[in-house]
Nanobody, 125 residues
Framework: EVQLVESGGGLVQAGGSLRLSCAAS????????IGWFRQAPGKEREGVSC????????YYADSVKGRFTISSDNAKNTVYLQMNSLKPGDTAVYYC??????????????????WGKGTLVTVSS
């Protein structure tokens, strides 16, 4: 069974940093795209970033490009999202997701097949 467990969320001041982790199990890590999505109350889900575990290629939403960095540690079956220069608009529940195949803009926009339970990130002003 595919399992994704997020950690690292919390409360941070604007301009600060957080690193989220997604620990994956139950599938062949190198064959999957792993992504981060977020959803704030009353707003639609937004694809933040995704990475192809096979070759490390990655994609970012325009709203986070230059501030967030996604990376993977294949030996640990873990994907990270380093979030710098955080803004109040980044406040949301952040979800890790995975799907067989490469990362691409289609998966980042429409979502993926498997989801974690999420971790809350709150950025104060």
């Amino acid at each position: 069974e595919v399992q994704l467990v997020e950690s690292g969320g919390g409360l941070v001041q604007a301009g600060g940093s957080l690193r989220l982790s997604c620990a994956a199990s139950g599938f062949t890590f190198d064959d999957y795209a792993i992504g981060w999505f977020r959803q704030a109350p009353g707003k639609e889900r937004e694809g933040v970033s995704c990475i192809s575990s096979s070759d490390g290629s990655s994609y970012y939403a325009d709203s986070v490009k230059g501030r967030f960095t996604i990376s993977s540690d294949n030996a640990k079956n873990t994907v990270y999202l380093q979030m710098n220069s955080l803004k109040p608009g980044d406040t949301a529940v952040y979800y890790c997701a995975a799907e067989f195949g490469p990362c691409d803009y289609y998966r980042l926009y429409y979502g993926m097949d498997n989801w974690g339970k999420g971790t809350l990130v709150t950025v104060s002003s």
